[in-house]
């Protein structure tokens, strides 16, 4: 009997990708800072995806992952074989893995693994001083179908049912990788495979050591589902869970009493390896850790069978979770999106009813939009992504950046748990790696002109993100020597972007915001990273399209900080309506600091500016009909200012009259609206009348 994988193949090259990704990361931090813990995770990363791979018949995968399972295992007895050189070799091990992984998803070619595995081999013995072994496809297939539901694919793992075979040496399933030729690293079966090694515990079982986690999720938390959830998420990664208090299906729906959650957990990571991981989960705090008496328990007869329509009786609790496509939650959101916006125009239809039929429309409208709110919340905390999701990616980065450069380079990273929409996260990826590039690149001396410098040889990038009201700042910041304003004027006026004029008046502030211009670049030399003048054109481009903004300070011979302030979603956003002349436009309330009245021809002026008085300063006023470009109704005598944060301070805004606020949806702008300064995006109110949203200080800016 044939065995179809190809139905497990999208979750084998999910979970494989995460695996191989967290095996890149275990293994920089490793070199950084060697540790028993990160070694056992790296190996517990390759043996998943050799177990995985093999399950799916896959065996150039396995074989290639069995080898670096046997080079990290070198590492684990004696650390001191970890050279730089070792590492640069598992690391490109990884990304060929990589490829291989989505070369199955895709049905493309792939390289020939030979030369690698050639490299993998004679590393081995050196490091073990014997012939390497071969890998067991047949053995690995058999430990990784002992999931909780023979025949289910295990979250650790794709496995294959349990009534089948696995498939033989050569064969494999569709769409798999082909085989080459493999010199020495033969993939033998095995007709009676042999057990896994158990794990080394104090309870003589053979089981990892049971821990008792207690953890109180802070009162304060805005999200104590999502806090929950991720406390789960984080111990799972480390063992295996059992009796968790309440269900996780209520933990996610944030139904946990006093805030409690407990659980026990299988794992060799000990207690000070708990504590460290639920550290790393912010507004969470640990009860207790306590370690668990594991007895030796006689084998449970089998169960009865159960009737053909009876529930399956089954030895540990399923999985709660579920992989989502992010289009099927991009699709999700639209509809609900539209769903709002119905709602509105149903409430603006029943105004025109006479008004004895008014209560019972207004009553169910009013249900309605809370139960259509209430889904799109839970839609939009699904969407919700810690940005560790690109975060995690740049030590990575930052090694082979460093080690083209002949850099030596600590890179921090803090507040990584900090959530913000899909959308958004995966849209920053690139942007941070190349502002990661430039600082590494461009920014940081090499050792010699340090020391010469007075600093350290090892050069500091700081990435921090944290949270301010509306939005997620992140910054990056380096130690470097700083940029050169002087050279970036030139630079620009060289190339026509700017007159003389604009030149002399330039402070060193917006001369450093010109790297974002085309072709605008201060390096000296041209490499394979950076240098070229582009890029930095198009990070900012990508931050704006989100709704966010860039910055750039610098001091030379100091460094320099990239910020970008980056809103939290991209969905629903509150407003407050202004009418200037006929047109109606949308100012974010998270921006609004407040309003007032006042006849415009008795304010103070400065320099041709009105200043309008507020508590005890005096905020610039501009007029809103000059900055849309609209005629103005001139008749009112007292006017309205709408008192806003923009990028310099506090400003004043003229408008004719306020409509008051709504809660609407956000509709991102289509080409060319999109690249006019100002516009954050557009929406429908009830009326069915469209309006623009406004970017305030990019309108002041432009």
């Given at each position: 009997?044939?065995?179809?994988?190809?139905?497990?193949?999208?979750?084998?090259?999910?979970?494989?990708?995460?695996?191989?990704?967290?095996?890149?990361?275990?293994?920089?931090?490793?070199?950084?800072?060697?540790?028993?813990?990160?070694?056992?995770?790296?190996?517990?990363?390759?043996?998943?995806?050799k177990g995985m791979a093999a399950s799916m018949g896959f065996e150039t995968i396995a074989v290639v992952a069995h080898r670096i399972e046997d080079l990290v295992d070198a590492v684990r007895s004696e650390p001191e074989k970890l050279t730089r050189e070792l590492v640069d070799l598992i690391l490109s091990a990884t990304d060929v893995l990589l490829g291989f992984v989505r070369a199955a998803l895709d049905g493309g070619p792939t390289q020939d693994a030979g030369p690698l595995l050639g490299?993998?081999?004679?590393?081995?013995?050196?490091?073990?001083?014997?012939?390497v072994q071969a890998t067991?496809?047949?053995?690995?297939?058999?430990?990784h179908r002992a999931g909780p539901e023979a025949g289910a694919p295990d979250p650790k793992g794709v496995a294959a049912p349990a009534d089948v075979a696995a498939p033989a040496t050569g064969t494999a399933a569709p769409g798999a990788i082909g085989t080459p030729a493999v010199t020495g690293s033969p993939v033998a079966t095995a007709s009676a495979p042999e057990p896994a090694p158990a794990a080394k515990s104090d309870s003589g079982l053979g089981l990892p050591p049971r821990f008792a986690v207690k953890v109180r999720v802070q009162p304060t938390s805005q999200a104590p589902g999502v806090r929950g959830f991720l406390v789960h998420k984080k111990l799972s990664g480390l063992g295996n869970v059992f009796d968790l208090k309440p269900a996780l299906e209520d933990i996610r729906a944030g139904r946990i009493p006093d805030g409690l959650i407990s659980l026990e957990l299988e794992t060799s990571v000990g207690e000070e390896g708990l504590a460290q991981a639920l550290r790393n989960v912010s507004e969470v705090d640990t009860v207790?850790?306590?370690?668990?008496?594991?007895?030796?328990?006689?084998?449970?007869?089998?169960?009865?069978?159960?009737?053909?329509?009876?529930?399956?009786?089954?030895?540990?609790?399923?999985?709660?979770?579920?992989?989502?496509?992010?289009?099927?939650?991009d699709y999700f959101l639209d509809t609900v999106g539209e769903m709002l916006l119905a709602t509105a125009r149903i409430r603006e239809v029943g105004k025109v009813l006479p008004s004895n039929a008014r209560p019972v429309l207004e009553e169910s409208v009013y249900r309605l939009h809370a139960l259509v709110k209430d889904l799109h919340d839970k839609v939009m905390s699904v969407r919700m992504t810690p940005i560790s999701v690109i975060t995690d990616r740049l030590p990575r980065a930052a090694r082979d950046i460093a080690r083209k450069r002949d850099r030596d380079v600590d890179l921090v990273i803090t507040g990584?748990?900090?959530?913000?929409?899909?959308?958004?996260?995966d849209d920053?990826?690139?942007?941070?790696?190349?502002?990661?590039?430039?600082?590494?690149?461009?920014?940081?001396?090499?050792?010699?002109?340090r020391v010469a410098a007075k600093k350290p040889p090892k050069g500091k990038v700081q990435v921090s993100v944290r949270r301010g009201r509306d939005r997620v700042i992140v910054e990056i910041e380096d130690d470097g020597q700083g940029m050169d304003a002087g050279r970036l004027k030139a630079k620009a006026l060289e190339r026509g972007l700017i007159t003389q004029e604009q030149l002399t008046r330039m402070t060193d502030r917006e001369a450093f915001m010109l790297a974002c211009l085309p072709g605008v670049s201060t390096a000296k030399d041209v490499t394979d990273i950076s240098g070229r003048g582009v890029g930095m054109d198009a990070v900012k481009r990508t931050v704006e399209n989100v709704g966010g903004s860039l910055e750039i300070e610098s001091e030379r011979g100091r460094g320099t900080r990239f910020t970008l302030r980056l809103p939290l979603t991209v969905a629903v956003v509150q407003l407050l309506l202004v009418q200037v002349g006929n047109e109606i436009v949308g100012l974010p309330i998270a921006k609004v600091l407040g309003a007032l009245e006042a006849e415009?021809?008795?304010?103070?002026?400065?320099?041709?500016?009105?200043?309008?008085?507020?508590?005890?300063?005096?905020?610039?006023?501009?007029?809103?009909?000059?900055?849309?470009?609209?005629?103005?109704?001139?008749?009112?005598?007292?006017?309205?200012?709408?008192?806003?944060?923009?990028?310099?301070?506090?400003?004043?805004?003229?408008?004719?009259?306020l409509l008051g606020q709504e809660e609407v949806v956000l509709k991102a702008l289509s080409r060319p609206l999109d690249l006019v300064p100002g516009l954050s995006g557009v929406t429908i109110l009830g009326t069915g009348r469209p309006i623009f949203i406004l970017d305030v200080p990019r309108l002041l800016a432009a």
């Open positions: 009997m044939s065995l179809d994988m190809s139905k497990y193949l999208g979750l084998f090259v999910s979970e494989a990708t995460e695996h191989l990704e967290a095996l890149a990361q275990d293994l920089v931090a490793l070199e950084k800072k060697p540790g028993p813990q990160t070694i056992d995770s790296m190996f517990r990363h390759a043996h998943s995806v490299q993998l081999n004679d590393r081995v013995i050196a490091l073990q001083g014997r012939p067991r496809v047949a053995e690995d297939v058999t430990v207790s850790i306590k370690a668990v008496q594991q007895q030796a328990v006689a084998p449970m007869p089998p169960p009865p069978a159960a009737a053909p329509d009876g529930p399956k009786i089954v030895g540990q609790e399923p999985a709660r979770t579920v992989r989502v496509k992010t289009e099927l939650l990584a748990e900090i959530e913000l929409d899909r959308a958004i996260i920053l990826s690139d942007p941070l790696l190349h502002i990661l590039r430039n600082c590494i690149d461009h920014g940081l001396e090499a050792p010699e002109a415009p021809d008795k304010l103070s002026r400065s320099r041709d500016r009105a200043l309008l008085p507020y508590g005890t300063t005096l905020l610039p006023v501009h007029s809103m009909a000059e900055l849309i470009g609209v005629p103005s109704d001139n008749t009112a005598r007292t006017r309205p200012f709408v008192v806003m944060e923009g990028d310099a301070g506090k400003v004043a805004l003229q408008v004719d009259r």
